[in-house]
């Protein structure tokens, strides 16, 4: 039965996240917890209220990453930031997620996921409209803070709704789906963010990312119900421990391959808007438009490609999504003009486009019974060092030896992690199919 008690952030339980008494207790309660995920959770499938409400975060936030990220570059040409500069910017976007990842994705397995959600979204809106007052690189930098700590709290807690109330054979189409609206946001927000700055200057778009959370508030609260009290009972571990996950062997394989992705992605992320805008030159408009080129394909693949890994498996699309962003990260400094760049930009999205979706697939394979936004929370967790090592390191090739080298560095980040994937299946005997 649904329960609409609030509930105390605060509560005891959260103080145990990280105690080894926790880890036991939800290994002598494992069978209870896995019977209240599948009598509760299964039993209430999502609906399409649900759906759309929470789509909405998901939207929200990608549109508000996108324009920040496409923002970076004309922030870089304003305040006249450094490479490392410009690196740290995004870095701090991923530093405090790096601390409270894990935590979240603990107290979300307590049954909490609508808390989290609805504590994101308040801190969302002060952000971006903190966003619109930045006045030179601090600012910057602690704005990019918030907005972590804003995207820390729903993202992992999203996914995790949408997969404990999945069917196994629908799992991986329903995250494609899912993830796609963010890509649309990320779409729109490249587009539209890059246009309505050249028109109306920051504050109009800020406004309306500070609205958009608002309303999402709004739906998760009045629509998304609590868990049921059923499904908390037994929970005291607080969802899976990383020694019960690494307990798998293709969870070590993919949180490894992830960590080395994450580097390159997010060179990719920081460093082709200022290439587009500081280096090309391409206009507001033009970088708006090479930015959602990769967001556009993005959102258009996943749906199709989490089905598919449904069907022949997770790891080969893994491969070949990853093999595509190599070869797109390894071109993109030849590219000269818009259309190069925009071509390039549009197959690092298809490259995503494959790989995501059959990534998150396998982490909601492997958390799905206990916990499934512990599970994810490891996976952005494994991303947060190179999403923070990334951008330094790229700001000091860019400064020392070129831009040109940052995107070399990066594909070959992702060539030496896809070797270390294929090995590595072949010798636990997991066959690829490509």
Same mark, same amino acid.
């Given at each position: ?19 080894? /008494? ?67 910017? @995004? ?13 979240? @994705? ?13 504590? %994101?979204?308040?801190? @969302? ?6 966003? +619109? *007052?930045? %006045?030179?690189?601090?600012?910057? &930098? ?41 890509? =649309? ?6 587009? %539209? ?38 499904? *908390? ?23 490894? &391959? ?90 690092? @999205?298809?490259?995503?486009?494959? *790989?995501?979706?059959?990534? +998150? ?51 070959? =980040?992702?060539?030496? /992690? ?17």
């Amino acid at each position: 039965m649904l329960t609409s008690e609030p509930i105390s952030f605060w509560e005891p339980s959260i103080l145990s996240l990280f105690s080894r /008494a926790g880890v036991e207790d939800f290994q002598k309660d494992d069978n209870i917890i896995r019977q209240s995920f599948t009598n509760n959770e299964r039993d209430f499938p999502i609906d399409k209220k649900q759906f759309i409400s929470l789509s909405t975060v998901r939207f929200s936030s990608g549109l508000g990453v996108a324009m920040v990220s496409t923002f970076i570059g004309i922030y870089s040409d304003i305040f006249s930031l450094s490479g490392v500069q410009v690196g740290l910017v @995004g870095v701090a976007y991923s530093l405090v997620q790096l601390l409270i990842l894990y935590p979240v @994705g603990r107290y979300a397995d307590l049954g909490h996921r609508k808390v989290l959600l609805l504590s %994101g979204l308040v801190i @969302g809106v002060p952000t971006y409209l903190l966003f +619109w *007052r930045v %006045g030179g690189f601090g600012s910057l &930098f602690g704005s990019r803070l918030l907005q972590g700590f804003s995207i820390a709290l729903t993202t992992a807690v999203g996914l995790s709704f949408i997969s404990i109330r999945s069917k196994e054979a629908n799992r991986g189409r329903n995250l494609g789906t899912y993830n796609s609206l963010r890509a =649309a946001g990320q779409t729109i927000g490249a587009l %539209g963010g890059g246009f309505l700055v050249a028109r109306f200057g920051f504050g109009v778009p800020y406004m309306i990312l500070a609205s958009l959370y608002a309303l999402s508030f709004a739906a998760i609260l009045f629509v998304v119900p609590e868990e049921s009290v059923e499904s *908390r009972e037994g929970r005291s571990g607080g969802g899976l421990h990383l020694s019960e996950l690494l307990a798998g062997v293709q969870f070590r394989i993919q949180i490894g &391959f992830e960590l080395f992705f994450a580097f390159a992605k997010a060179i990719i992320i920081v460093f082709i808007p200022v290439y587009a805008y500081a280096v090309i030159g391409l206009t507001e408009g033009q970088l708006g438009a090479v930015v959602a080129a990769r967001y556009l394909m993005f959102a258009l693949g996943q749906g199709p490609a989490g089905k598919l890994s449904d069907i022949i498996g997770r790891a080969p699309l893994v491969v070949g999504g990853g093999t595509l962003f190599a070869i797109a990260a390894f071109v993109l400094p030849y590219q000269k003009s818009f259309w190069g760049l925009l071509l390039v930009a549009a197959l690092i @999205g298809i490259g995503d486009s494959i *790989r995501v979706p059959a990534s +998150w697939g396998i982490f909601a394979d492997q958390g799905i019974n206990t916990g499934p936004a512990t599970s994810f929370s490891f996976r952005m967790l494994a991303w947060r060092p190179g999403l923070i090592a990334g951008p330094l390191l790229g700001g000091f090739i860019k400064d020392l030896m070129g831009i040109a080298n940052t995107f070399y560095a990066a594909a070959a =980040a992702v060539t030496v /992690a896809l070797i270390g994937y294929i090995v590595s299946h072949l010798l636990h005997g997991e066959k690829i199919s490509l």
